[in-house]
């Protein structure tokens, strides 16, 4: 399995031969989809569902496809017909030779005044989890690598860790990260990795955009 990051929250999984990718948003690169075979969307928001992001790859691939939850698939089942997937947790499903179970219902409280959207994470083969803008543990599973949202408007470092902790993941790998600068990563790297408090064995990761790595 190859994971190539593609800005801020959007990663692309390759397996034998067939590609996947996972919130191809604003802030990710303008062809993070093409050639996908398979298109996630964790929740609405601008940085991982941008509807532009995901013509470019269907246009670029008539067979492609899209899961989603049901606030996103109401915004572009007419653009898509026949193409697009709804789904909610506790579904599971195939795509692009990957085994998907669906986890959480709930983005992240922002704040007590901005009402809280639908979101979703899905997990990939048992082994790699990414929960979109949610600090959701896959219950059951022992994750391998978990995309790990490392800054948002909603989030403060000390989530982050307890959520590595929970979650007790073989490897982190950063997402979430376009509004932070490099000194941000490295303060981050420094607290995540074994100058900080303690990830319970986790490795944790960054790549940058185009960046991949062998899982």
């Not at 959520?163 to 993941?169: D, E, I, N, S």
């Not at 982190?172 to 932070?180: E, G, P």
């Not at 303690?198 to 960054?206: F, I, K, P, V």
Request: hydrophobic share 40%.
């Amino acid at each position: 399995m190859k994971l190539t990051k593609k800005g801020h929250s959007c990663v692309r999984i390759e397996k034998d031969g067939q590609m996947l990718v996972i919130d191809p948003g604003a802030f990710s690169e303008a062809d993070a989809a093409v050639g996908a075979d398979a298109i996630l969307v964790t929740h609405e928001h601008v940085d991982h569902f941008n509807e532009e992001r995901l013509r470019t790859a269907l246009d670029a691939s008539p067979a492609a496809q899209i899961w989603t939850l049901r606030s996103v698939a109401h915004q572009i089942s007419s653009a898509f017909p026949g193409r697009v997937n709804t789904i909610g947790e506790g579904d599971s499903f195939t795509a692009a030779g990957f085994d998907i179970e669906v986890h959480g219902q709930l983005h992240a409280v922002i704040h007590p005044d901005i009402p809280r959207i639908t979101n979703v994470g899905y997990l990939l083969d048992g082994k790699l989890f990414h929960p979109g803008d949610a600090l959701t543990v896959p219950a059951g599973h022992r994750v391998d690598t978990l995309m790990l949202p490392v800054h948002a408007p909603w989030n403060k470092f000390a989530e982050i860790l307890d959520y590595v902790r929970a979650v007790g993941p073989r490897r982190a790998v950063d997402i979430h990260d376009a509004l932070l600068t490099d000194v941000a990563h490295t303060v981050y790297g420094r607290m995540l990795g074994p100058e900080g408090p303690g990830t319970e064995g986790a490795e944790h990761l960054r790549l940058t955009p185009g960046e991949s790595l062998t899982l």
